[in-house]
């Protein structure tokens, strides 16, 4: 082998090693994020004013599916002013990530405007009502008010990278008829079906009963019997019971049967699956 060809196998090697890897990591990262993801809370900017509050919640609705449509808000502040305050807000319910910017009143701005950041805290608890669930996310003041006063993205920049719009199309069902248009008037037009007798020569020998079948003389057996394979199907016995009798584990012809009638003979040696009817013409 060339040296040039064991070059070009180690290096197809290390690539098909590389993506694999890749894969792998891939997928696991997937299950990873799908298994252990936490909810996470996003301090958004408000255009509601000096009484708004906006904010984003992302979690794993595939695993935890949930309607949130309420937020508490309470604010804790032990050695300052206000000590606790307390707000709650609906708004529409949401079954996947999504952010709202809502009026909170007048005491918003009190909890904004606090002093004495150090002992001060808020919380915010997510709420399900229909489904029970609630998240909760907790934050030094100071640490909230460094998220609020650096908020760039509003709610509707959050939801219009996140949020999944259910009514999005995937595809267009097309409206159409199967009603033919209207002959046009005073024209005669023959339709080529084997039913029409204008089109008997069209369809003879095609099968399907347009045209007429050739009629078969009848004719006389001199002799029938069924030779070894016989699989019990009982065919033969539908069609002709007065010839052929189907036994426990094969096919016998009854001693008296009648033979002048080969051609219902003939249906059932051609019904036969295992073509093991066989007879003498008279
Ligand atoms: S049709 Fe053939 S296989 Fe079926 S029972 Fe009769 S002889 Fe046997």
């Not at 180690?10 to 993801?37: D, R, T």
């Not at 000096?50 to 949130?68: I, M, S, T, V, Y």
Request: net charge negative.
């Amino acid at each position: 082998m060339s040296t040039t060809l064991i070059a070009m196998s180690i290096a197809a090697g290390i690539v098909a090693f590389l993506v694999i890897n890749l894969g792998v990591l891939s997928l696991l990262s997937g299950a990873f994020h799908f298994l252990f993801a936490r909810p996470k809370f996003t301090v958004l900017r408000s255009t509601l004013g000096d009484r708004g509050l906006a904010f984003g919640h992302k979690w794993n609705a595939a695993r935890e599916p949930a309607k949130f449509d309420k937020v508490k808000l309470r604010f804790f502040n032990p050695f300052g002013k206000p000590t606790h305050v307390e707000i709650e807000k609906e708004y529409d319910a949401q079954t996947s990530d999504f952010a709202v910017d809502l009026d909170f009143g007048p005491a918003i701005r009190d909890v904004l405007e606090t002093t004495n950041l150090d002992d001060a805290s808020i919380q915010f608890e997510l709420i399900s009502s229909k489904d029970g669930i609630t998240h909760q996310f907790h934050y030094k003041m100071r640490k909230f008010l460094e998220m609020f006063n650096q908020a760039s993205e509003t709610a509707e920049d959050f939801n219009n990278t996140y949020k999944y719009v259910k009514e999005k199309p995937i595809y267009v069902t097309e409206s159409r008829s199967f009603i033919a248009d209207a002959l046009p008037e005073g024209e005669v037009v023959q339709i080529a079906l084997p039913t029409n007798p204008a089109f008997a020569a069209a369809f003879a020998g095609a099968g399907g009963g347009g045209a007429k079948e050739e009629q078969q003389e009848n004719f006389a057996v001199a002799k029938v019997w069924i030779e070894d394979g016989c699989i019990v199907c009982n065919a033969c016995e539908d069609i002709y019971p007065e010839v052929f009798e189907v036994l426990e584990d094969t096919c016998i012809i009854r001693p008296e049967a009648p033979l002048n009638d080969g051609l219902r003979i003939l249906e059932a040696a051609e019904a036969c699956p295992v073509e093991v009817i066989k007879f003498d013409k008279a």
